[in-house]
């Protein structure tokens, strides 16, 4: 059995690779839960480069959580570092109202945090069950709870599940893959709550993304990879500029839905 915590990915010195910046989101504010590494950190960055304020979690890696705050502060941008566990209760909901303290409102949730643990059905243990929907599905829905009250209006909840909720993945993936399925009803059913006062609630599907611990170059990539219509594994940024699109003045009238990004994975 293995688990892990949370993809990574590379970045940029000053954004997502590649990325030259945008203002569309400028003046507004955002928290990215687990944003210290991986998608996250992208996720992070590419609001910041598109001219938000960024508060991120992280729970362990203080020093990659900084490097990510000093990277956003290079781009203009205002930027904080909150150490939360998503595993815990009172950190779920207590990030979303740092966030806002400090940041003077909050306009953005994305809600990236995750813990997956792999293994046969009849090798997980209870408190293997309880951790991950713990993080996976409470996490996210007192962290959406906590932003329903202090979203302004016209306000963006973008969550991070997975592919493996519509396509069955490898032997191994069942608790995980049920905990984020559950995103997918929270997703549809906030979204009806908030629409009156034009906040979106959307779910954005990964599929294979190079990670540091999902490496383009790992033991299980080459099925991965193959079961792809593109043959080939997506970059951190890629799913960073979905979400980037969806926390836009662009996406004001998509709402409650799955937007998948696996490179045809799922097709």
């Known amino acids: 059995m293995s688990s892990f915590t949370g993809p990574t990915g590379p970045t940029g010195p000053t954004g997502p690779t ?24 992208a996720i992070a960055l590419r609001l910041a480069a598109e001219g938000a304020d960024v508060a991120l979690t992280y729970v362990r890696r203080e020093d990659a959580a900084h490097e990510v705050v000093t990277k956003i502060e290079s781009m203009g941008r205002r930027a904080v570092a909150v150490r939360a566990d998503a595993a815990d209760a009172g950190d779920a ?11 003077g409102g909050l306009d953005i949730l994305v809600n990236n945090a995750g813990i997956g643990v792999l293994g046969p059905i009849g090798e997980l243990s209870l408190g293997d069950v309880d951790r991950v929907l713990a993080v996976n599905v409470r996490s996210v829905f007192l962290a959406s709870q906590a932003a329903a009250g202090l979203l302004r209006d016209g306000g963006r909840i973008i969550s991070v ?14 608790l995980y893959a ?36 999902n490496p383009a170059d790992g033991p299980f990539a080459e099925g991965q990879r193959a079961g792809t219509a593109l043959g080939r594994f997506g ?6 500029s979905l979400v980037g699109y969806l926390a836009g003045a662009d996406a004001a009238y998509v709402t409650g839905t799955e937007l998948t990004v696996d490179g045809g994975h799922s097709a």
């Open 18 to 41: 590649g990325f030259t910046g945008l203002t569309g989101l400028t003046g507004k504010t955002a928290l990215v839960t687990g944003g210290s590494r991986g998608m996250g950190a």
């Open 235 to 240: 970059s951190a940024d890629e799913v960073a």
């Open 161 to 174: 599940g997975t592919a493996l909720t519509r396509y069955a993945g490898g032997p191994g993936g069942t």
């Open 93 to 103: 909901a207590g990030a979303v109202e740092r966030a806002a303290d400090d940041l």
């Open 178 to 213: 049920l905990s984020k399925s559950a995103l997918t009803g929270m997703t549809k059913a906030l979204a009806h709550e908030l629409g009156r006062r034009r906040i979106t609630v959307n779910l954005v599907q990964p599929g294979p993304v190079d990670t540091d611990m």
